[in-house]
């Protein structure tokens, strides 16, 4: 199914599409790099001894996540180094049971995705992790704040995931010294407060808030480190407050309400800008960033291709689904580009209005040119 034309109004329109870029798009370089799971041992559940009981009438009674054996993990050996414990229904009171510091001179990933824990978590379940690198909490019921306390016992986290919670303020996690990446996705935070993530300024390189309720980009100056701000399918209306950030490469902020790209001159170092499903109308105040890979502007409202053409390094351009009514720019515009390899420009009145010679003629005026749209061009 295509992409929605752009409406009237797109930067008042209430967005719907997901975080991710368009079904269109190129999956060689996906802007989603959140689900990282790879392969792993899954902790499950041990079988009971016993047959259940039948007093249930309506039987649909659920598991309260704490029947059973409340350290199914005693037969795990310490020097175990990473725990997975998806999808088994655990609550709160069953964390400090399950005895986590009995490996704490070895692990170093804890995954509790996917479980009903709720707030406050107790300090006690990762009390001596010291050295645990990296927990996972996505897809749980924490909220709505995480206060320090919960989790000083593992001071060396470098990476924490509170995806999928009901977060409606950033977590202020003093005593984690050393994190460098905060998953934030899909929460009820509307707001970052003045401070709210100061502990993390002298180490915090990427920082994930899509899918929230954000209306400014704001109090985030500090964090001079970040290379990677991932702010898509929330509600900002300006790209303001981003002159701190020299540092950063990727910039996502995607299915929000922008009406003008300005304010990017201090992003020296952006390699990876995504844009798409806004308001925009025009290609423009790109001027600094000629260190610029890849620019995804697809499903706005702009009419010509323009300003990118001192864009030396770009590998791909995306601007599928908006008002370009013709190819001539490609000349002027990307043609002597020689790094670039992919072009996405269907969903436009040049493709739409001219489809047997459509694909023809971007081979012809960008001879470097690999790939157009979703299928790659056969070299002769």
């Not at 069953?94 to 707030?119: A, G, M, W, Y």
């Not at 970040?226 to 981003?242: A, M, T, Y």
């Amino acid at each position: 199914m295509s992409d929605p034309a752009p409406a009237s109004d797109p930067a008042a329109a209430d967005v719907a599409q997901d975080v991710t870029p368009t079904d269109t798009e190129p999956s060689t370089k996906s802007t989603k790099p959140r689900a990282r799971l790879g392969p792993m041992e899954i902790v499950q559940l041990p079988a009971s001894d016993s047959e259940p009981e039948d007093d249930d009438e309506d039987g649909d009674k659920e598991d309260d996540g704490e029947s059973g054996d409340p350290d199914f993990l005693k037969s795990y050996p310490e020097d175990t180094e990473e725990l997975h414990l998806l999808h088994l229904r655990l609550k709160t009171p069953t964390l400090i049971p399950l005895n986590f510091p009995r490996f704490r001179k070895h692990l170093t990933r804890l995954c509790l995705r996917q479980n009903e824990l709720t707030s406050p978590l107790p300090s006690e379940a990762f009390e001596g992790l010291t050295e645990l690198e990296e927990i996972d909490f996505y897809d749980n019921r924490l909220g709505p704040v995480v206060h320090d306390d919960e989790l000083k016992g593992a001071p060396n986290v470098t990476s924490v995931d509170f995806s999928f919670n009901n977060l409606r303020h950033a977590p202020k996690l003093v005593s984690l010294k050393k994190v460098d990446t905060l998953y934030l996705i899909q929460n009820k935070i509307s707001r970052v407060e003045e401070g709210e993530l100061d502990w993390c300024a002298d180490t915090m390189k990427s920082l994930e808030l899509g899918g929230n309720r954000i209306r400014a980009i704001e109090n985030l100056e500090k964090l001079v480190h970040l290379e990677e701000l991932w702010l898509g399918k929330n509600k900002i209306r300006s790209l303001d407050n981003l002159s701190t950030f020299s540092n950063l490469k990727i910039l996502s902020i995607q299915s929000n309400r922008i009406t003008k790209l300005e304010n990017l001159e201090a992003l020296v170092n952006l390699e990876e800008l995504y844009l798409s499903h806004n308001g925009l109308t025009k290609i423009e105040g790109l001027e600094h960033n000629t260190k610029l890979t890849t620019l995804d502007v697809g499903n706005n409202a702009i009419e010509e291709i323009e300003n990118i053409s001192h864009l030396q390094d770009l590998e791909e351009f995306w601007a599928s689904n908006n008002k370009i009514a013709n190819l001539r720019a490609l000349d002027t515009q990307l043609r002597h580009l020689t790094n670039l390899a992919t072009v996405y420009l269907e969903g436009n009145p040049c493709q739409s209005n001219d489809q047997g010679g459509y694909r023809r003629k971007i081979m012809l005026a960008l001879p470097q040119i690999k790939q157009i749209d979703a299928t790659f061009v056969q070299q002769s």
